[in-house]
């Protein structure tokens, strides 16, 4: 009754994005009501237009606008070692920290006998082509520490070190900055298990 | 570097919404890369379409599709009590209410001379003219209650009362259900100031 229907219309809508309850939707309509029209305009293109030009990377599955992504086109990047990760979305962490300086490569997922996701419906075949055309040194298995992405590592770990390329993972421990006393057992016990001198 | 130009563009726009932050705005954009297109098309349609719909009602200056808004063209409201608010987003959350069933008047602001808001930069003209057209006898001042909100109901109260009509103003008081403990001074004041008999 109280919002005109284009208005609800919006709100629902804006409903539908992750974190993004009743309250936020308000508040981003009504941001929407009194921007000028041009900065509206510019928010929908962008919306439209990521729709219109991302698809996956033909080599690495992540997100590009090319063929291929600007990481696997780069002449900087070291073709030899690829970091395995589960989603796109799990690459801009791992450029944030500026470490690795391999390519990639995107399962779309990680295997889950419980959803029923087997080996087929991960880009696990295109690795292994990748790995018998390309001149693979490492592969390094990031997917996440969790009951999905280790089962998934290592059943990689199984199909790739036959090939004589060495596999490994990012280490599990302590996150610096962090405080011992509210670090879970798992990751507390891992943290022990890998200690090292100093 | 890591992310498509496009979805650079996305992020830049997601995170001038209010309330939006770096980590939301990559949630949002990895949710709009996953969700198929015709979900994405009604999201960046609602957008614009909100723009392209959506004015001011000619009356009350409420947020309107037609020439008038829903709430001025209901013949069940009561037209002879308008609420005066400062914004259309005052508006929701006294209707969720349910108690009010008069009409409203959006100002588009309230009085401050620190920003140099004053009467002529707000709908008190407008106001005064539906004052004097329709038959109202009660005006509720719903601004704010804030230093500009107190300072536009008191200039507004000396305007219209000399009209003969009522002019009120919604009580302040502790808010029910909260904590007498932690009520602000000022709000617990005027709540022992309208003390009333049980």
Redesign the interface.
Known sequence: ???????Q??L???E?????GPK?A????????NSD?A?????????????N??HFCSRCFN???DDM???CESPQRDASVICVVS???D??PI??TAVFSGVYHVLGGALSPMEGIGPDDLRIAELMKRLASEEVTEVVIATNPNVEGETTAAYLARLIKPLGITVTRPASGLPVGGDLEFADEVTLGRALEARHPL
Chains 1, 2 share one sequence.
Do not use: F, H, N
């Open positions: 009754m109280y919002a005109a229907p284009s208005i219309v919006l629902d809508e804006l539908r994005l992750p974190g993004i936020s308000q508040r981003i309509a009504y941001w929407i009501l029209r900065t509206v305009l510019r928010l929908s293109d962008a919306i439209v237009e990521v729709k030009t991302v997100y590009a606008q992504c600007q990481i989603e796109p979305r690459i801009p450029e944030r």
